[in-house]
């Protein structure tokens, strides 16, 4: 046994209920029905639950990736300063000048390279992965030709 109800749509939310069901190929009355299930079902909650976590999950994933390559980047950042300090000598005070003139120069230098490098997209990252690559199709064909 079924009830009759009446509805007033506005223009068109009527107009998509009427392509929706002619694509479908079906009655509005489904497609009314249907939608009024889903909307009502404690179902519809827990399906907006699981999508959320399904979104959580994807940002945690991508933060953690994001924690990883901060933290390669610290420790090859403090590496390189640790070389740097063991094995480069301090300048006589004569020297001072002239080498901090040099550093700023070449600190210009180093700026410029950095905003070419971005400005084209290019990663540290994808450049070692490409190396890597590189060299292990290298060492594949040298296995093979041996």
């Not at 694509?23 to 249907?34: F, N, S």
């Not at 990736?65 to 420790?75: P, Y």
């Not at 230098?109 to 540290?124: W, Y």
């Amino acid at each position: 046994m079924r009830t009759k109800h009446t509805f007033r749509l506005p223009p068109d939310l009527a107009g998509q209920l009427a392509d929706y069901a002619s694509r479908k190929r079906v009655p509005q009355a489904l497609v009314v029905e249907t939608a009024l299930t889903s909307y009502l079902s404690p179902d519809n909650a827990e399906r907006m639950e699981a999508a959320l976590g399904r979104r959580l999950d994807r940002l945690t994933r991508q933060v953690e990736r994001l924690e990883r390559h901060v933290t390669i980047a610290n420790e090859a950042l403090a590496l390189f300063v640790r070389f740097w300090l063991t094995v480069t000598p301090p300048l006589p005070d004569t020297a001072q000048t002239a080498a901090q003139a040099k550093g700023r120069e070449r600190y210009e230098g180093f700026v410029e390279a950095l905003g070419r490098r971005l400005a084209k997209g290019q990663t540290l990252a994808a450049e070692i992965a490409q190396d890597v690559a590189a060299k292990d199709a290298q060492s594949d064909e040298s296995s093979r030709s041996s």
